[in-house]
């Protein structure tokens, strides 16, 4: 028996409209209205598809490429700062952070949660270490960090100050963790 052609058309529909809000909206613009209105669907259809917001985020954002350090020309301590500066911004709304603490809870006791953020850290330590070899190259870097402590180091103190501590992130903060985690590798003496 196959599904209604209707009710695939609505659904990829829908899913489309998500991807698309995320990318040019962030993950706080994404309502079941607003997406009801991007996909030309009615909003109860939206909810009969995902009646949990969350599980709309979740399966829209696992199509969404995550930009934390993808290639570009700048140089490495620029970039870093620049991503940590728009993590900053998009954790700043509520719906991000709600989101994030869903998907870890839910990874504890789910597969398809738990594969979801392991392929989030698989991509954000591959793109590191990417960043990484060019930094050498062009001998910004000194040394070879771990790319994934040198992401814990980054990502950690933005996440937790801003979810864990309900604190600001001034660019002065961000700032000072990019120079603390490269500094042991931007020294040409070993």
Partial sequence: MSADPRF????????RAVVEIIRSEGPDAVTHQHVADRAGVGRAT?????????????????EVELPFLEPAEAPVRERLRADLRRIRDD???????????????RAQHEQQYRSHTERIVNAAVANMRTAVERALRLGELHRTPDADLLVSQLLGPVVFRRLVADRPVTDDFIDQIVDGALAPWTDPTP
């Fill in 46 to 62: 939206v909810y009969r598809h995902w009646p949990n917001p969350f599980d709309l985020l979740f399966e829209a954002m696992q």
């Fill in 8 to 15: 695939t058309r609505s659904r990829e529909a829908i899913r």
């Fill in 91 to 105: 954790l700043a709304g509520p719906t991000l952070p709600r989101m994030i603490a869903n998907i870890i809870d």
